[in-house]
């Protein structure tokens, strides 16, 4: 023995093959394959057969274009909350779906068709839709599955497979069935750009510069009381618009009947009315300087209250041989404007339900294309020159006949900026409301819309102010307008009667509509006649025609409504999980989209919500708060992202920010995570290398003796799995991350395995001490490897096949189970341990004091390393209480090379004085702990190792 000079090689090193660098982008793809190959999702499955269901239904991206930021945050999210609440002992299912029908693919099959369109059937060009669907849901899966998501890839839901289509029309006959669906001419957000109709969740707010004109309608016969209080002058109901391109459609002018209103004297020869709160604002918008008030009244003694004393007063349409009538509206405010509304009940929801009030024309005459039709010939030479013309492009027109013939009170050109003016969400041109006869479900009927809000109130809402935001939705909401006039999607199963010319609209069609789509897909409705898409006995149930005299309804669903039957669709008739999800989890602007949707359909059709609990996130901004887009500063791709970092990274950056809000993402942002991720990893490594000899099954924990700091550092375990469970349970992503950095970092980095490090390395391999230091470090290193896998799924799995497993454990990870820390937990000695850590700070800091201040300095006093470090502790019996057996093992906790404990008074307000001088002890040469008893037959070894090197000889 006295032969040996290197000592190093005595000492029981941590070693593990796995390695230091992740290489995360090289590898990450062959672990998917590899998930994929082994079929791990449907083993996953399998090893649950029997458990409790846990079902997050996916909402469906659109198949259009490759995934962006957005998706990826989203589908990270989803499969952190699958891969945890299997691991938690459920039958956790991850079914991902595309929304495949619509406006955006039509517009792409359109650029890559081109003229070629004009000789292609329907059947034709719908099969180019589907083609290109496909691909890029294949494009988006393979992406999808880059960022190591476990999920029913083989076979997700498409809403335009056969079989989703038949649900699809089977949903719509329930709502038929029920009475809710109706056809009638209503003003509805229309795309001129795309020449359909918009529901509210496809319209997006932007700002937009529009003309501003205050016009001038003269009334034709003034009450005598107001024609007095003019004094001779002509009188005009002054209205202020930003859309003069509605002007030919005006009926009507509408006025509080409790506000106040102004006759102005505008000049000698006429006077304006105006709202007295808005006088001043109007004076100044038209120059008009200060003007004499000739008269004030109440906005009831010229239009009354309501439909029984309006007394129908007239005025002169500014340019239309038409007259306009002033009527009351409650509606009316002071915010901006006159205080008078010009109403044209074919261009405005509110308008439209006076027009309905008061039996009001609608007129129109705007094409799909957002130009003026034939329709205007008929209202004068003027109006008649705007035929063909676009309706933004007739603008400056008006507004200069406003101006010519006296009728313009401000200047002509002038405009005014619209901080949210409604744009449509996929050709971002901005829209105009225009009436058309389209199909809508009555949202009143059958108390639908108090249903809906009866089950917002039933539904757990994280974060819970997603539940205010969509009750404020649906609350407001008008009718759903379910009608496209598209070719790519799913029909409406409806007939127009040629002999009577009403609707044939049955559940019924719906029904056997859908039989026909199990097999032959919604292509059926384009190819087949009336005859063979309706029931037998089926005829027109207001003239008893039959179905030869039936012409087909060529429009299709609205999309909205496809992804809202995906409940039915895919829990209920494909997978059997029943008709309500456990989870949906999208971003927050589905509240007026798919879970608004989702909801109206599902308590339409089955009378109860879809979801049991929803789940909202932010959305992905730069660091300057901005949306993170190209225009981005720093903006990286996302395949730049996941190659530079890998989708580890990505994976733990969407784990470590607060969903709850929007995210900023940068490539500085991710190079901070990229640290915290290294940290995580080099403490995984530095525990399997710890417990590279260890057998678990040969030393199970529970029979080991533990001292005092290893049941300190199994409680500290049990702490950390139980946050863990906890954030996992309550969806607080964030709060999962930050306890697993915290405890790699400070409870088992910068406690632990520091201060197991001597009896680790320097025991015999078979000491009982250290043996059960090693089950203490397994099961942490088992906590955290599990812990961490639904966030961190490669260094999970990756770090599983580097593990020695019990002969219970499967092959991989995510058959495994969440840690259940049953008897670890010990408060008290947290609380001992915690007193002493305390200390150890102190004794730490004034360690750091007698450190070299230069390199290769000596000065008597200094201390080089702690185990240099001789303690001398002072402290009060209670401080002394308060430590409790840990007392006896404070040499290693402080890593010093002894503690001398004297029980007294002490002058320090935490009980405990401290003091530090370098021990005059012999340093030992293999473990490096100065012990007075190294020396003895082997002169550099202490007696501890000097009996290991004995032992082992």
Not at 37 to 64: C, I, K
Not at 568 to 592: C, F, M, P, T, W
Not at 722 to 733: H, K, V
Not at 781 to 800: C, G, K, N, Q, Y
Request: proline share 6%; glycine share 8%.
């Amino acid at each position: 023995m006295s032969d040996v000079t290197d000592w190093k090689e005595t000492i029981l090193l941590p070693e593990t093959a796995f390695p230091m660098r992740a290489n995360l982008a090289a590898r990450e793809a062959e672990t998917a394959s590899r998930w994929k190959e082994q079929r791990l999702y449907h083993r996953m499955l399998e090893a649950r057969a029997d458990a409790p269901a846990f079902t997050l239904h996916d909402g469906p991206p659109y198949a259009n274009g490759g995934i962006h930021h957005g998706h990826a945050l989203n589908k990270i999210l989803k499969d952190v909350v699958v891969k945890y609440r299997h691991l938690a002992g459920f039958r956790a299912t991850n079914i991902p779906g595309w929304d495949c029908h619509g406006l955006p693919i039509e517009q792409k099959v359109d650029e890559e068709v081109g003229a070629a369109k004009a000789g292609m059937s329907v059947v034709e060009f719908r099969a180019r839709c589907r083609a290109y669907a496909q691909r890029h849901v294949d494009l988006q899966r393979s992406q999808f599955e880059r960022l190591l998501l476990l999920a029913e890839w083989e076979r997700p839901y498409l809403t335009m497979s056969y079989d989703y289509e038949a649900t699809t029309l089977r949903e719509i006959g329930r709502f038929i069935d029920g009475g809710y669906v109706y056809s009638g001419l209503k003003p509805v957000h229309w795309s001129w750009a795309a020449a359909t109709a918009l529901a509210d969740a496809e319209v997006e707010y932007a700002a937009y510069t529009a003309p501003s004109v205050y016009v001038r309608f003269a009334l034709e016969s003034p009450p005598a009381w107001l024609a007095d209080a003019a004094g001779g002058r002509a009188v005009d109901a002054v209205i202020w618009t930003t859309t003069p391109w509605t002007l030919p459609s005006n009926v009507a002018i509408v006025l509080h009947p409790d506000m106040e209103y102004q006759l102005l004297a505008l000049d000698a020869g006429a006077a304006i009315i105006v709202a007295t709160e808005l006088s001043e604002s109007v004076r100044a918008a038209c120059a008009l300087g200060d003007l004499e008030v000739l008269s004030t009244f109440a906005g009831a003694q010229l239009v009354g209250t309501g439909e029984a004393d309006a007394p129908r007063l007239v005025a002169r349409h500014p340019f239309i041989d038409r007259t306009s009538v002033l009527l009351p509206a409650t509606y009316v405010t002071a915010e901006q404007g006159t205080g008078l509304v010009h109403t044209a009940p074919g261009h405005g929801a509110e308008d439209f339900e006076t027009g309905l009030k008061f039996g009001l024309p609608v007129l129109a005459p705007v094409g799909a294309e957002g130009r003026y039709t034939a329709e205007l010939a008929a209202m004068g030479p003027f109006a008649s020159g705007l035929v063909g013309k676009h309706v933004f492009a007739a603008n400056p027109i008006i507004s200069e006949q406003l101006a010519t013939s006296g009728r313009l009170l401000n200047r002509p050109g002038e405009t005014v900026n619209i901080a949210r003016y409604p744009h449509c969400w996929r050709t971002k041109k901005p829209l105009i409301f225009r009436a058309t006869a389209q199909w809508f479900i009555n949202v009143d009927h059958d108390r639908l819309r108090e249903r809906c809000l009866e089950a917002i109130g039933e539904t757990r809402w994280i974060p819970h102010w997603g539940e205010n935001r969509i009750r404020a939705m649906i609350e407001a909401r008008p009718d759903w307008c379910i009608s496209r006039q598209r070719v790519w999607g799913v029909p409406i199963p409806a007939f127009v009667c040629g002999g009577c010319g009403g609707h044939v609209l049955s559940g019924d069609v719906a029904r056997h509509v859908a039989e026909l789509c199990e097999t032959r897909g919604a292509d059926v409705w384009f190819e087949e006649g009336p005859e063979a898409l309706t029931p037998p006995g089926l005829v027109c149930p207001s003239c008893g025609a039959g179905p030869s005299q039936f012409e087909k309804v060529t429009d299709i669903l609205d999309v909205w409504f496809d992804s809202g039957v995906s409940w039915a669709a895919v829990l209920r008739d494909r997978e059997g999980l029943g008709e309500i999800a456990d989870l949906y989890l999208e971003g927050s602007d589905q509240h007026r989209g798919w879970f608004h949707t989702s909801l109206l359909v599902a308590e339409g059709t089955a009378g109860h919500a879809p979801y049991r609990s929803v789940l909202t996130h932010g959305f992905i901004v730069d660091a300057n708060g901005h949306k993170y887009s190209k225009s981005s500063p720093n903006f990286e791709p996302l395949d730049k992202m996941l190659a530079e970092h890998g989708a580890e990274v990505l994976r733990a950056w969407v784990a470590m920010v607060d969903y709850r809000h929007d995210m900023a993402l940068a490539p500085e942002l991710l190079k901070q995570t990229s640290g915290a991720y290294r940290k995580i990893r080099n403490t995984v490594r530095f525990l399997l290398g710890s417990v590279g000899d260890f057998d678990p099954a040969r030393y199970p924990l529970e029979q080991q003796a533990l001292d005092p700091l290893d049941r300190w550092a199994l409680s500290k375990a049990a702490d950390f799995v139980e946050r863990a469970a906890a954030g996992y349970d309550a969806c607080e992503l964030h709060a999962v991350f930050h306890t697993l950095f915290e405890y790699c970092n400070e409870s088992l980095s910068a406690v632990t395995l520091d201060v197991l490090k001597d009896r680790l390395y320097c025991e015999s391999a078979d000491d009982p001490r250290r043996r059960a230091s090693q089950a203490v470090l397994y099961a942490s290193l088992r906590a955290v490897v599990i812990a961490m896998a639904p966030i961190l799924s490669f260094t999970a799995d990756e770090a599983w096949g580097f593990m020695r497993l019990l002969p219970t454990d499967a092959d991989n990870v995510f058959l495994s189970r969440f840690p259940t820390p049953d008897g670890w937990r010990d408060a008290e000695i947290e609380a001992q341990v915690a007193a002493a850590l305390a200390i150890r700070a102190r004794v730490q800091e004034q360690i750091e004091a007698r450190r070299p201040k230069t390199k290769g300095e000596q000065v008597e006093g200094q201390i080089g390393s702690s185990q240099e470090a001789h303690v001398s502790l002072m402290v009060t019996p209670a401080a002394h209480a308060a430590l409790g057996p840990v007392v006896e093992h404070l040499r290693e906790l402080f890593i010093v090379a002894a503690v001398d404990v004297t029980v007294g008074e002490a002058a320090d307000a935490s009980g405990v004085d401290v003091a530090v001088a370098p021990s005059h002890d012999p340093r030992c040469q293999r473990c490096w702990n100065h012990r007075p008893d190294v020396g003895g037959e082997h002169a550099d070894l202490c007696g501890r190792c000097a009996t290991v090197i004995e032992a082992n000889a």
